[in-house]
């Protein structure tokens, strides 16, 4: 079974950059298309970005044109750029397939604030 680790959140004021990082266990990583989502207090869990097994990558409006995803298939690894933070960006992350059927992981919070 698929295990999902994510890091590298933290505090960071406005404007700042952090990059996040997702690690998979099992080997058939590279056939899903891996999604960042979030989730603020208070509200629902909400998609950020996705990418497929061969790169091609999707964007909420809301973080489009600061956030960028990626993945090493051979790291079993999505990362998350996330530059020019903002308020708010708040939010726990955590990382899954796109269907979410993987069992979600702790996730990683960030904090942007000044």
């Known amino acids: 079974q698929v295990q999902l680790v994510e890091s590298g959140g933290g505090l960071v004021q406005p404007g700042g950059s952090l990059r996040l990082s997702c690690a998979a266990s099992g080997s058939v990583f590279s056939i899903y298309t891996m999604a960042w989502y979030r989730q603020a207090p208070g509200k629902e869990r909400e998609l950020v970005a996705h990418?497929?097994?061969?790169?091609?990558?999707s964007y909420a409006d809301s973080v489009k044109g600061r956030f960028t995803i990626s993945r090493a298939n051979s790291k079993s690894t999505v990362y998350l750029q996330m530059n020019s933070l903002k308020p708010e960006d708040t939010a726990v992350y955590y990382c899954?397939?796109?269907?979410?059927?993987?069992?979600w992981g702790q996730g990683t919070q960030v904090t942007v604030s000044s």
């Open positions: 990418i497929t097994g061969s790169g091609t990558t």
């Open positions: 899954n397939s796109l269907s979410g059927r993987i069992p």
